[in-house]
């Protein structure tokens, strides 16, 4: 069975231009989570939505990150402008709600580079 | 700042030896896990632990949650090569808001 995909896995670009990560989640799950991870701050949640409606943005930096979810089967986190303080792995994370706590499973991540 | 404390940062031991990962936290959570990750992966959670106080096994891993649920620790026996990989402890609340910690490097040397 296919789990989470990400896409690009990996991505570099240059100081504010636009980028774009996309996420597939497990078939059936009805949660998403998007994440960041730097040496800094370590894992952190960016944004969760459930049966595609966001539910919790207090992790998104600022408004130059937005993320959407148009379908059950996909999803995009967009950084515009990017600046060099994005660089990270982005990880999408996706689960079945329904049991005391529902396990995530992640994607392998996309590592962005901004110059 | 993170909520999660995890010691040691870095843990360089010889195959067969053991190792304890601590995660210790101010706040109380409705359970914890660990997850395991590897380089270019994403983390792999191994458990979750609800009850305080609680112990899991899984195979050579030792999981336990402190009785006040603020704390929780992972022991390895006869650590293998493996075990080698990022261990992050992750505090969960409301069901699906995970907070980690800074992670503990394994290594583990044949």
């Known amino acids: ?115 | 700042t993170q909520l999660l404390e995890q010691s040691p940062q870095f843990l360089s031991i010889q195959e067969g030896e053991n190792l304890t990962v601590y995660c210790n936290s101010s706040s109380v959570f409705s359970s914890l896990q660990w997850y395991r990750q590897e380089p270019g992966e994403g983390p792999v959670l191994l458990v979750t632990v609800v009850t305080g106080g609680e112990v899991k096994k899984l195979k050579r891993l030792t999981f336990q949650f402190g009785d006040a649920r603020k704390d929780s620790s992972l022991h390895i026996t006869a650590a293998q090569p493996g075990d080698t990989g990022l261990y992050l402890c992750a505090g969960v609340n409301w069901g699906y808001k995970l907070s980690f910690g800074a992670g503990t490097t394994v290594t583990v040397r044949a």
Not at chain 1, 6 to 25: A, D, I, N, W, Y
């Open chain 1, 1 to 115: 069975d296919a789990g989470v995909i990400q896409s690009p896995r990996h991505e570099v670009t240059e100081m504010g231009q636009e980028v774009t990560l996309r996420c597939k989640p497990i078939s059936g799950h009805n949660s998403l989570f998007w994440y960041r991870q730097t040496m800094m701050r370590g894992l952190e949640l960016l944004i969760y939505f459930n049966n595609n409606v966001p539910i919790d943005d207090s992790g998104m930096p600022e408004d130059r990150f937005s993320a959407k979810m148009p379908n059950a089967s996909f999803s995009t986190l967009k950084i515009q402008p990017s600046e060099p303080r994005d660089s990270a792995v982005y990880f999408c994370a996706s689960s079945a709600v329904g049991g005391v706590t529902d396990t995530q499973y992640f994607g392998p991540g996309t590592r962005l580079t901004v110059l």
